[in-house]
Every structure is written in structure tokens, then in C-alpha cells.
């Protein structure tokens, strides 16, 4: 059995293998020693449903973690609930839902980047609220004339990422936010590119009313082939009192012992989004990785985060089009469409040529404003040797591209199985019919 | 520094590189009135002794189930899971993948949530099950979400005998929708069937669960007619476990089924991660939320998987997107693959007649307590609830100075069962561990104490 799943396991690329610098994603290095601390008896050992009194290491140590995001980020309280950030996501949505209805104010409309992620009008959706679009401007940054003419009173709130999808910060994002604010609308933070900010600036301070965090991309817990993953939601004071319940808090008056408490009376909770506190040995991950880096240290995770992600755009540029200039942020987004029409060659042939190279592709086709998209965020962690592998394969596959576009195309050919039929696997559709044999 | 592999020299040699004079000047775009010239405020850095010293502490003021006999469940079971679950999901080609966005190097990934799909399709009787939710609880409010757009109407029944956990998120999930929300009441610690009968009409769905919170048998046949009569489509929340024994869910005229898999190998961690599943017909596999990954050939006809029906998810269909899922419980789910490939069937069925023989001696040497007696007639599996003669909390208190906790205060989820616990067995417990129970229950209450 073991050997079954050992084989399985080889045909697996991870970031302990090669870089995986899949945009917007934050695959980083996951540090062994928090695995480690996450499997302690006494924390992934401990029943929901002990007496508080019996759970106060564990309690504590969510209370404290939710303060360390909440200063990392400048908001003033945050809830470690929700299990994923789309989940976080939801949470924000249903607080300004709340917001708005607690001021007697029916609003419709969540206003949402064309550059956006596809978790944040998939959100609002089940929010209830309709998504409106706003375009970026050519610099791929949001359109502020744009944005002033969409937003009205009908608008709930503005979703936001930044740095954005593009991998570049909103310059104006003060002016942004005031006029969200100016209309009566809730400015949300998308926290999935944080990693470009840790200790830089704090989404808190820009004005932003309420953010989730991605514990399994910025705080370095492992993703684990698709979760799972931790999505806090920080807010500020005035929507304190929206945040799911129950929420860890601390009673300083109370004796050692039993200080920490989950909090259940919250009237104005917009409820539970998780059967019990959240993804509890994931945050244990994030709280042991905060601790290890400290003030500095995450501001030095920020710095190469960004020093790798240009120095990576730089070597780069000359071989492929680069549709946004100027220093990026955490990542930046190349695009293949020169190879595409002199050549043939798709981002999605280079992304399958990179496999053969040993390394993992980037995000293709996302941001969608951008045709033939390759997005690439190496993170802090992958050495200069690295991102020199990395771009040695790029290049070569640019070479490739305009030489014999076919060895693209037909790409890849080392890995376990050639291009798969995507579209197949749709029309005749096969999803539970493993019949229990492993004979290999 | 931590993490972080580049030298002094490197970050030099990369600026020249790129043009610029510091790392400073890459963040020119971030305002200055916005750059956080102070430090921020947190603790660290801590060495990695350090490090571990504070969190083993931390973890030395938690009480875990070692040293005590517990009683806990209520959706989250202690369960003795095989080593080698956890040197699998420990296995750094699993848990540093991400998403398998680029199949061709991700087939360990994408074969093995083909493996857990089979299985919970297996389990359950339904062809199509996704790559996992969050938890039992969203893939239940979920499934409501799917149910009311599959029948286009706006009611769904809920019934009393849920797990609470699954029906708060519910209410969450479906708060900002014009979904209305019916709880079905209690008939004898199971779903009311009269109630059911008169809720059926223009309502999209009903919602049980099976065994109950209670830990007891809801009548499943009879709902499965009831519902099949109406235009509703029934969603079963069942424990994985216990189907190794029960009816599938398939059986009783379910159309989705959902459910908790933490039980499958997974430890209990202050409830989370926890593992989500769903299955439903083939005609609904379409409106299924969240990742399915399909069997598929390659160029050369090699048989590998792929993420399939992604048109369904947020990333493509955006707004108009079956769910906002995005990340799930990957590695859960993997576990639970291992921990039931495993057991196998006949392990999977062994556990769960443990845990019916368990939870039937269990609640016989505690009905044999003075005062104390079942307080449902219902068959049960795995837990069942009994009714003291004296309130639940100072037993429970009375209980955990000799090292026993009994269980779970119903009061804290149901009206009028101040003096009820609800009693969880698991595999772990010997027979001296539930005589132990008995016996020390008898001792409190001779005790006299409150009534």
C-alpha cells in the first residue's frame, strides 16, 4: 500500500523538487519545523469540545495569532474561521451585507477588477450581490475616472487585491478607497498577494475596512495539493462585531488557566462558515512561521519576494513581452503572444515545455486581461542558482519557440504521461470508477 | 535569516541586474504616506529550539484524550489511524504540490483524489462525488445551494436531528439567498415524520442526517418514500464509517449525499482541518461545487487524470460559477484514501461493528446505573445519548477529577435536555475504559450531588 502510494508520489512535481512559480499563489518553501510543532499530541490531539479550561494553549495561541495578523495588517481584529480564502472571501461579503442591512441600506452591487481573481465575483455571487467589472487602466492598474463613474449607492463594496494579479501596486489606491467610502461602500482587501507587503504596508493604514489573509500562501503552511488552507478575515473596529462566531478572545480579569475563551455571545455574528473553530493545525503552521521570522524577518521576506520576482522579469524581458513596465511587485506577468503569431506557440505549450525542464509552469491565462498570459511569482525563497534555472529554461524555450516550435507543442514528453485530453475528459466523463485494483 | 536563501553578494549581483540602486527603490510604487516606517509590533524572531520550546508549552496547557477517557465526539472522532497514513500525506511530493493545475506533473496528485472520489462513491452508492469540501457542515449548506437551483424553488427542510455545527453554516451559506431555511422537529430523538409530510410541498429539499447527532437511526426507508413521493430531493449526511453497516445513502432514494470524513484517519486537532465530502447522481454531476478530477488519455493514448469539468468553478465561470470553492481539503482527502485503502472493506465493516457492539455495551452499562437510562428507544451507532438523574454539568465536572470525560452536554445544542449527555464510544476504548465510565457515574450520583 505504502508502495502504491510512494509510486503515485513520484509523479508529483512540488516545491521541494523545483521552483513552482504559479502566480498568485505564493508557492513557497513550507518549513519542516512547523510541521513538526502542528503535529504535537497536545495540539493536533485536543477535542473540540474540551472544556475551555483544558484547550487554553490552544485558544491562546489562535487569540495571539489573530493579533499578530491584525498588527501585520493594520485591522483590528480578525477571526481565524474560515477554512480557505474563498471562504474568507464569503465572510467579508456576508459582513458588509450585514453592515449595510444593520444601516437599513439595500445595496446590490460588489464593484470587482477585470484583473481579479475568479474566487472574488464567484464570492459575491453567493453573497447575493451582482458583480460589476471595472477596468484597468493601461498602466494595469484600476481606472479611478473608471471606477468613480461605477460607483454609486447601489454599491456595496469594492473588492480589491494589491499588489493586483499584475504584480503591481495600486499607486492610488487612498484615492480608491475614499471614493468607496465616499459612496457608503466597504473597501475589501484580497490578501492573496500580501506576501509583496509583509512589513512594507499595512492594508489597515491605506483605509481598507476588511481583508482575508491566505495562512497556506503568505504564512508559508503547505498547500498540500489543493488544501488544506486557512483564509482569516481582519476588519476594523466598527465591523468587529460581524465576524463569525464563536471568536478566541481573552479575559485578563479572569485567573491564568482561564483566560482564554472562545466567544459565542456575538449577536451580530454573520454566523459560523465552519463546522467547528477553522483549520486549526494549519494556523498552528502560520503562528510557528510569524514566530520564527519575527518583525524583520518578515519584511525581509517582503524585500526578496520582490528582489526575485524583478530580477527574474529582468532576465526575461528581452525574450518575451513584458504588456506592463517597471519594477513589479511579489510577481509580474509575461505574455507569449509574440511566440504565439510568429511562431505558434502558446502559453500554454510553453508551460508544458517548462515540465520538461524540471520546473513547474506559471499561472497561464490568468490575469485575463491579459492575452497569452504567463504570471510568475518565484517567491523569497527559490535561490538566485534557482530563478537562473528557471529563466536558462524560459529562454531556451523562446529559442525553441522560433527554432523547432514543434518540441514546444509537442511538449511535454519526461513527465509521467504526455499532454492530456482535457476535452475528452469532459465528453466522456470518468470520475468515480477506480475499481480498487493497484496492480501496477 | 530564516527562509531566505540569497546572500549579501547575491542581492547585489540581482539589483545590478535588474537596474536599481536598492531593494528600496523596487517598492517606489507603494505611496510613502502608506510605507510602515515603524516595526511592526509582533514577537520573534525565535530560533528554532526557542521556537519549539514555546509551542510544546503552549501545548502542555492543552488536556488531549491521552491520560483521560473521553467520551468527546459529536462530528469529530478520535480515531486510531494506521502510522502509515500520516508518512504518506507526510510525503513532501503530496504536501508541497499545489493545485494540479499542470496535470502531466501532477498525476500522483490527481490519481490519488481519483482513488478518494471512487471511494466515496463506493460508500456512499452515488457515481459522481468531487475532490472534497471544507467540512461536512458547507458540503451539506452546499448541497442545499445545488438543490435549490437543480429544483428552482425556494425551501429547503432541515431536520432538528443534524449536527448543529452543519446547520449554523447552513443558515450562513444560504442567509443572503431567498432560500427559506425549515428546521423539522424531533419526533423521539429522530426526524418528525408528520412534520416532514406537511413541510414537503414546494420545497426543493430535505436534509437528514444519518446515524443523528443523537447517534441514532433516522427511518430512513420511510423518508426516502416520503421525499421520493414529492417533488424534494432528499440530501443524506451520513458518517462514512457506519455505511461499512448501513444502507447507502444510494439505497434510501438519497440524490446527494454528503458528510464528515475527519473519522477517516484524520486526528481531531481542536476541529480542524476537517474533510468535506459529496456524491450525487449522474444527472446532477454537473451542478456539483468545487475541483472533480476525471480519468483521461494522453497524446499516446496513456491512461492518466485531469481536472475535469473546470467550466463549472470560479476560475472560468467566475460570477456565474457552481460554488466559490477554490482551495479544498487535498490532503485530508488523501489521507482518508490511504486510511481506507488500508482497512479495506472488510476492515472498514470490522471498525464499524466495533463501534455499534461498543456504543450497544456502552449505553448498557450506563442504563444499568441507578437513575440513569437511554434517553431515546432508537437503534444507534457509535454514540447515543443517555438521561441523568442529576444535571449533565456537574456530572460532567464531577466526572473529569478522576480523569472521565462522558461525554457531550446536549444543553448546549437542545432545549429540555439539561440532564443529557451524549456519549461517544470510539476504538480506542476497552471494556475496562467503559466500566470505568459506568462505574465512576454510579460512584457520583450515589454521592447524591444535585438532582
Known amino acids: 500500500m505504502v508502495r502504491h502510494f510512494a509510486r503515485l508520489a513520484e509523479k508529483n512535481h512540488h516545491v521541494d523538487r523545483a521552483i513552482y512559480p504559479l502566480g498568485s499563489c505564493t508557492m513557497k518553501y513550507n518549513p519542516r519545523v512547523n510541521e513538526d510543532v502542528a503535529a504535537l499530541e497536545g495540539l493536533a490531539g485536543v477535542h473540540p469540545e474540551v472544556e475551555g479550561e483544558y484547550a487554553q494553549g490552544a485558544i491562546a495561541m489562535m487569540y495571539h495569532l489573530g493579533r499578530f495578523l491584525a498588527e501585520i495588517s493594520g485591522m483590528d481584529a480578525v477571526s481565524l474561521q474560515p477554512p480557505a480564502g474563498a471562504s474568507g472571501e464569503l465572510v467579508g461579503m456576508l459582513m458588509v451585507r450585514a453592515y449595510h442591512a444593520d444601516r437599513g441600506d439595500q445595496r446590490k452591487t460588489v464593484i470587482v477588477p477585470d484583473s481579479a481573481h475568479g474566487t472574488n465575483p464567484a464570492s459575491v455571487a453567493l453573497a447575493g450581490y451582482c458583480t460589476m467589472e471595472v477596468a484597468s487602466g493601461p498602466d494595469g492598474r484600476i481606472d479611478v475616472d473608471e471606477l468613480r463613474r461605477e460607483v454609486d449607492g447601489d454599491t456595496a463594496a469594492v473588492m480589491i487585491t494589491n499588489p493586483n494579479t499584475l504584480g503591481v501596486f495600486e499607486t492610488r489606491i487612498q484615492e480608491i478607497i475614499d471614493v468607496v467610502h465616499e459612496a457608503g461602500a466597504l473597501a475589501y482587501l484580497d490578501g492573496a498577494n500580501l506576501n509583496a507587503s509583509l512589513g512594507i504596508a499595512r492594508s489597515g493604514d491605506a483605509g481598507f475596512d476588511i481583508m482575508h489573509f491566505n495562512l497556506h500562501k503568505t504564512f508559508s503552511a503547505p498547500h498540500g495539493g489543493g488544501g488544506p488552507g486557512s483564509g482569516p478575515v481582519g476588519v476594523k473596529a466598527h465591523l468587529t462585531k460581524y465576524l463569525p462566531y464563536p471568536l478566541a478572545s481573552r479575559d485578563e480579569a479572569k485567573a491564568e488557566g482561564y483566560e482564554y475563551f472562545m466567544d459565542y455571545d456575538r449577536p451580530k455574528s454573520i454566523g459560523k462558515v465552519h463546522a467547528v473553530y477553522g483549520n486549526f493545525l494549519v494556523m498552528a503552521k502560520a503562528y510557528a512561521y510569524i514566530l520564527t521570522l519575527g518583525p524583520e524577518g518578515l519584511r525581509r521576506v517582503a524585500e526578496n519576494a520582490v528582489l526575485n520576482a524583478n530580477y527574474l522579469q529582468a532576465l526575461l524581458e528581452p525574450h518575451y513581452e513584458l504588456p506592463y513596465k517597471g519594477y513589479c511587485q511579489h510577481e509580474f506577468v509575461l505574455s507569449a503572444t509574440r511566440q504565439k503569431e510568429e511562431h505558434g506557440v502558446r502559453a500554454l505549450d510553453i508551460a508544458k515545455r517548462l515540465l520538461d525542464y524540471g520546473v513547474h509552469a506559471p499561472t497561464i491565462y490568468f490575469p485575463l486581461i491579459v492575452k497569452e498570459a504567463l504570471m510568475i511569482e518565484p517567491t523569497e525563497t527559490e535561490s538566485r542558482e534557482s530563478l537562473d534555472r528557471f529563466a536558462e529554461a524560459m529562454i531556451a524555450i523562446a529559442r525553441e519557440s522560433e527554432e523547432t516550435p514543434e518540441l514546444v507543442t509537442g511538449a511535454p514528453t519526461s513527465t509521467p504521461v504526455g499532454r492530456m485530453d482535457e476535452a475528452c475528459a469532459a465528453r466522456e466523463l470518468d470520475v468515480c470508477s477506480w475499481d480498487g485494483d493497484r496492480e501496477e | ?451
Open chain 2, 1 to 451: 535569516m530564516p527562509y531566505v536563501p540569497n546572500t549579501e553578494r547575491d542581492r547585489e549581483e540581482m539589483l545590478a541586474a535588474i537596474g536599481a540602486s536598492s531593494i528600496d527603490e523596487l517598492f517606489a510604487d507603494v505611496p510613502a504616506d502608506l510605507r510602515a516606517d515603524e516595526r511592526i509590533d509582533i514577537p520573534g524572531p525565535l530560533a528554532e529550539l526557542e521556537l519549539v520550546r514555546h509551542m510544546r508549552k503552549l501545548a502542555a496547557m492543552n488536556r488531549t484524550g491521552e491520560g483521560v477517557v473521553s467520551f468527546l465526539g459529536g462530528g469529530v472522532y478520535d480515531c486510531v489511524t494506521p502510522a502509515a497514513v500520516g508518512h504518506v500525506t507526510g510525503m513532501p511530493q503530496f504536501f508541497t504540490a499545489y493545485t494540479p493545475y499542470q496535470a502531466e506533473a501532477s498525476q500522483g496528485t490527481l490519481q490519488s483524489i481519483y482513488e478518494f472520489q471512487s471511494l466515496v462513491a463506493r460508500l456512499t452508492g452515488l457515481p459522481a462525488a468531487n475532490a472534497s469540501m471544507y467540512d461536512g457542515a458547507s458540503a451539506a449548506a452546499e448541497a442545499c445551494l445545488m438543490a435549490a437551483g437543480i429544483k428552482r424553488k425556494k425551501k429547503i427542510l432541515v431536520s432538528a436531528t443534524t449536527n448543529p455545527a452543519l446547520r449554523a453554516v447552513t443558515k450562513t451559506y444560504l442567509g443572503s439567498s431567498e432560500i427559506e431555511i425549515v428546521e423539522l422537529p424531533t419526533d423521539g430523538g429522530a426526524t418528525d415524520l408528520e412534520a416532514l409530510r406537511e413541510g414537503l410541498p414546494g420545497a426543493a429539499a430535505v436534509v437528514v442526517q444519518h446515524p443523528n447527532f443523537f447517534g441514532l437511526l433516522e427511518p430512513v426507508d420511510e423518508i426516502g418514500r416520503l421525499v421520493g413521493e414529492s417533488e424534494a430531493l432528499l440530501i443524506a449526511s451520513v458518517d462514512p464509517v457506519s455505511l461499512a453497516v448501513l444502507k447507502s445513502p444510494a439505497e434510501y432514494g438519497a440524490e446527494i449525499a454528503v458528510g464528515e470524513g475527519q473519522c477517516l484517519g484524520s486526528p481531531v486537532a481542536f476541529g480542524g482541518p476537517l474533510l468535506g465530502f459529496m456524491a450525487t447522481t449522474e444527472r446532477h454531476l454537473r451542478r456539483l461545487p468545487g475541483r472533480i478530477i476525471g480519468g483521461a488519455d494522453d497524446c499516446d493514448g496513456r491512461r492518466g487524470y485531469v481536472m475535469t469539468l473546470q467550466t463549472r468553478e470560479q476560475h472560468i465561470r467566475r460570477e456565474k460559477a457552481t460554488s466559490n470553492i477554490c482551495t479544498n481539503e487535498g490532503l485530508v482527502a488523501l489521507g482518508a484514501t490511504v486510511y481506507l485503502s488500508l482497512l479495506g472493506k472488510d476492515g472498514l465493516r470490522e471498525l464499524a461493528m466495533q463501534l455499534g457492539s461498543k456504543a450497544r455495551y456502552a449505553a448498557d452499562a450506563l442504563a444499568g446505573v441507578p437513575g440513569v437510562s437511554l434517553r431515546f428507544a432508537r437503534p444507534f451507532f457509535r454514540e447515543f445519548v443517555v438521561e441523568l438523574p442529576a444535571d449533565a454539568s456537574w456530572v460532567k465536572c464531577e466526572l473529569s477529577k478522576i480523569g472521565i470525560w462522558p461525554g457531550l452536554k446536549c444543553s448546549c445544542y437542545y432545549d429540555g435536555m439539561d440532564n443529557c449527555l451524549l456519549v461517544t464510544v470510539s476504538e480506542r476504548h476497552t471494556r475496562d475504559d467503559i466500566d470505568s465510565l459506568a462505574s465512576g457515574l454510579e460512584a457520583i450520583l450515589s454521592t447524591g450531588g444535585q438532582s
